[in-house]
Every structure is written in C-alpha cells, then in structure tokens.
C-alpha cells in the first residue's frame, strides 16, 4: 500500500470506543430527485443536543496554507468558467487552484503529455508553464476553478442503475437479507423498474456517476460490456487501458444470495469465498451489513482461525456497520480498509459504520454510493451525506481534506489504484475533474459541489463532459 503523496502518516489510536449511533433519518432515502440533504425530519431528541447546522457552523478554514503562484490567471469571458488557448502540440496545461496531495497551489497549473489515451501528468505547482513542453501545449485557464483528481466510486451495483428509491416508512432492517427477501416480518424492497442489467443500463448510471465529476468505480456489472466511459476497476476488460489493476467484487463472499443463513456464531454458511482470492489484487466483500449480531458473525468468521482468514491487508470492506471495537482493532491490525456507504446504511438500518472509531485506529475509509434504491445518485451526493454526518453526529472528527480524499486517494487506495490514480501529482494518470470554486475554500468546492459545479471531467486528459463552450474549444 503506498503512502500518501506528499506523505501523510495516520496514527493509529489504540482505544477502545463505544460504537457510535446516529440519528434515524440523517441520511435516509429520498422521495424524489430534489430531496436535500440537510433536510431532516423531526425527530424526538432535545434541541439542546442538536447542534446548528447552519453553514456558519462549519469548520471553512483549510488545514493546509495554500502556496499563491506569481502568475495571475486572467478573468474568463463573461458567461464561461475557463478560457481555452489552442497550442501547436498535444500537450496541456490546466491553471487553476490545484489540489496536489498535501498541497494546495492558487494559480497554479498541472501540465499533461500528449501519450494518449491515458495521458500523465508530468509537473503540478508553479512552474509547469516554464517547462519545454509547456511552450506549445493548449492552456485550460479557470480562475475558479479547483483542479482535483477525478473522483473515484469503490461500490455501486451498476446493473440495478435504473433503481428508483424505494419508501419503506419507518421500517429499519437488522441484516441486508431482511429487505432482500422479505425474512423476519420485514417486507422486501423492490428493485423496480428493474430490467435485467444492460449495457444501456449500466451507461445510464455510468453518466449519472460522470456528470458528479466521477471517472472510475467498481460497478460489479459482471458480463455486461461496461467499456467506453468510466475506468470500471473491477472488471479487467474495462478499466479503459489502465493495467495492472485487479479488484476482485464479491456481494455475497460467505455464498448466502440464494441460500440464506442467520448465523450468531461459527462458519456454517453455504459457500465461504476461499482464500485464494486474496493471492492477487484487491479482494473486495459485502460484510456485516446489518446491525445485529448475525451481521457481526460474519466478519468474526471472516476473521478466520486456521482457515476462512479474508480480512488482510488487501481487503477492502464494503460496509463493516456490525462492529465493535474489538473488530475495528483486529481490522486495522491486518492493514484491511473500509468502503463506507452511509447513505444506503441510515436509510436502510438507521445506523452506519462505526466510522470515527474506524479512523481512530487508522483505518482508511473511502467512500462508495452503493445503488440508487437506497443509495446516492452519484458521489457527490454521497459525500454531502458524509459531511453531513460529520457535522451533526461527529463532531467535526474529520477535515474538509479528510473527506475530500475519501473519493479521491482513499478510493485509490480501496482499489489497489493508488500508485496510479487519486492524486494530481507528477506520475500519475491526469484523470481530472474541475470544480467551479467561486466562494468557496478548495476542499468544500469539492463537498458542496452540485452537478452545475461540474466544470470539464477528464479521463486519462482526454475530455468527456463539462461546459461546452470548454468541450468544444478542446
């Protein structure tokens, strides 16, 4: 696993916590597209222990002091966000405010080469435009603009991409396969309008993903042909050219879709994954989704003793909500990392990871939308949901960064890409998003971003969505 660029050590904080709840509805499903996610229904909880969500109440100040580059970057023309210079070469060169690891530069500029079609990044800071290269490249100038690595989605479910969210009332489930199958007097939640998994489907939800300012996921779309726009990370076939990344999605690992088992101790599950799965790549499970103790059973075994030992250091835990201290010790003992789906888990539990307890013991969390019938629409949905939570229920234990890279480098991390993607930095593939940062500090341009904010989505330096007059002049 490689350190994060410029390095930044985590900590771990050996203490044992209490598992932390959060509030019913923090960010439960939704009704309909305009639902916001700061809305909350009442709820029986005395003011005196609400905090003020207001926006003054958020924590703006960025932890890292910004390097200002001597080069101003000129006004765009009314009504655009950049202006574009055509250069004689296939190189480029984006100005802007630049999100680079530890470091944050204001008119500043990332410089790409011209190798396509996965172009990299060959200089980040505040000289790139002094580079040889540089002297004919096309220059992409936004004054607003926040350059930031392309954020990355560990887990959606492509296949059920044209999901509608799903009305429970106030049904909250113990373990995943009370909703799936309707078990333990709980209704089953539909699927509907479902139609089988397309190629038209997964493209369908693909867009939603990319017009969030997305470039890669691991969609499990299985058979599907999944190729032509997002790097889809866990299928070899379609990671668009981008080699030597093996993630290994498994939704059922203990080999229970079919056959269901409630189990509050032992293995006696029908089909466990073996461990040879772990021998290359990332191994990526659905585990202990649910907040019971049939749900914790799961990662217990999983723990193995002897045999069914999956949680190593390159696993990457979709869920992990049932969990106590203990677990999350053991779990960042093996150097394992977590894929949190808060959305999905409040709306369907009313409770989610344990996930200040997580980043205490060092554990990286990275952030996935799950699906839309009960998930986010895209990852910018899901990270105001992660915000959101840690305003109102954490306490502010994360920073704007922290929850920045959970998208971005953590996600790289999460799908054995972090040598390659998540980071503007020298190197690496210049899969870009940029933001319209007006009024806003870097990172919460990011995290308060709306689908309007998306300024251009590049994957591999090759443009696949923002404004058109950006699309057009590129």
């Known amino acids: 696993m490689s350190s994060w660029k410029p390095s930044v050590q985590s900590t771990a904080v050996v203490a044992l916590l209490s598992l932390l709840f959060v509030v019913l509805a923090a960010c439960g499903g939704t009704t309909d597209d305009n639902f916001d996610p700061i809305d909350v229904p009442d709820v029986d909880i005395p003011d005196a222990d609400l905090p003020d969500v207001d926006d003054t109440d958020v924590n703006d100040e960025d932890p890292i002091e910004p390097v200002l580059c001597d080069d101003p970057i000129p006004a765009p023309p009314s009504g655009q966000r950049c202006t574009v210079t055509p250069g004689s070469s296939d190189y480029l060169l984006i100005r802007g405010t630049i999100l680079a690891g530890d470091e944050i530069y204001e008119e500043g500029g990332v410089l790409i080469d011209d190798q396509s079609p996965n172009r990299v990044i060959e200089c980040v800071g505040c000289d790139c435009?002094?580079?040889?290269?540089?002297?004919d490249a096309t220059i992409i100038e936004c004054a607003e603009g926040?350059?930031?690595?392309?954020?990355?989605?560990?887990?959606?479910?492509?296949?059920?991409?044209e999901g509608r969210p799903q009305l429970h009332g106030e049904d909250r489930f113990d373990h995943r396969h009370d909703w799936r199958r309707g078990m333990r007097g709980h209704d089953q939640i539909s699927t509907w309008p479902r139609t089988g998994g397309s190629r038209e489907v997964v493209l369908y939800g693909e867009l939603r993903m990319l017009f969030g300012g997305a470039t890669s996921i691991a969609g499990s779309t299985g058979f599907v042909n999944a190729s032509g726009l997002l790097r889809n990370l866990d299928n070899a076939m379609d990671t668009e050219g981008l080699q030597t990344i093996d993630?290994?999605?498994r939704t059922f690992p203990l080999?229970?879709?079919?056959n269901v088992?409630?189990?509050?101790?032992?293995?006696?599950?029908?089909?466990?994954?073996?461990e040879s799965r772990l021998?290359?790549?990332?191994?990526?499970?659905?585990?202990?989704?649910?907040?019971?103790?049939?749900?914790?059973n799961e990662m217990h075994c999983l723990f193995g003793n002897g045999t069914n030992n999956l949680i190593r250091e390159n696993t990457s835990i979709i869920?992990?909500?049932?969990?106590?201290?203990?677990?999350?010790?053991?779990?960042?003992?093996?150097?394992?990392?977590?894929?949190?789906?808060?959305?999905?888990?409040?709306?369907?539990y009313g409770n989610t990871a344990p996930v200040t307890?997580?980043?205490?013991?060092?554990?990286?969390?990275?952030?996935?939308?799950?699906?839309?019938?009960?998930?986010?629409?895209?990852?910018?949905?899901?990270?105001q949901c992660a915000d959101y939570l840690n305003r109102l229920h954490f306490n502010q234990t994360f920073t704007d960064q922290e929850i920045w890279k959970m998208a971005t480098y953590n996600a790289a991390i999460s799908m054995g890409a972090e040598h390659k993607l998540g980071l503007v930095y020298p190197g690496y593939v210049a899969d870009i998003t940029i933001f319209d940062g007006t009024g806003r500090y870097p990172y919460r341009a990011i995290i308060d971003a709306e689908i309007d904010d998306i300024t251009l989505v590049m994957r591999g330096g090759e443009p696949l969505y923002g404004d058109a007059e950006l699309i057009e002049a590129l």
């Open 146 to 161: 926040v350059i930031s690595p392309g954020l990355i989605n560990p887990h959606d479910h492509l296949t059920f991409a």
């Open 261 to 274: 088992v409630y189990l509050q101790s032992g293995c006696g599950y029908p089909n466990i994954d073996s």
């Open 129 to 135: 435009a002094e580079e040889a290269a540089a002297v």
């Open 255 to 258: 080999g229970d879709g079919g």
């Open 279 to 296: 021998e290359e790549g990332i191994y990526l499970p659905h585990i202990s989704e649910g907040i019971d103790l049939e749900a914790q």
């Open 319 to 348: 869920h992990g909500i049932a969990v106590d201290a203990r677990d999350v010790a053991r779990i960042a003992d093996r150097g394992a990392n977590l894929v949190w789906s808060p959305r999905t888990n409040i709306d369907l």
């Open 247 to 249: 993630v290994d999605y």
């Open 357 to 383: 307890l997580y980043h205490r013991f060092g554990v990286p969390i990275s952030l996935g939308t799950d699906w839309s019938t009960s998930g986010s629409m895209n990852m910018l949905r899901e990270l």
